[in-house]
């Protein structure tokens, strides 16, 4: 087991549209959360997990072409 896990891209979960009784975002809305993904060359913010050490989730500004991580701030 790693001691960090990748959580994902930093994104936001969409969100129902007025009126309040809608049941959820729209679907076409959904699809590009889950299953459309950027691919970045660069600084990107994303979502890690100290799986072995204090359980606490964390964002994190990382270089996807060096691996280095740039910055971090808990999430």
Avoid: I, K, Q
């Amino acid at each position: 087991m790693a001691e960090f896990s990748y959580g994902g891209a930093d994104l936001s979960r969409p969100v129902a549209s007025l009126p309040l009784d809608a049941p959820s975002a729209p679907d076409a809305e959904w699809n590009d959360y889950v299953y459309r993904r950027d691919n970045p060359a660069g600084a990107h913010r994303e979502l890690w997990f100290h799986a072995a050490g204090c359980r606490r989730w964390f964002a994190a500004r990382r270089d996807t072409r060096t691996n280095d991580f740039l910055s971090e701030a808990g999430a």
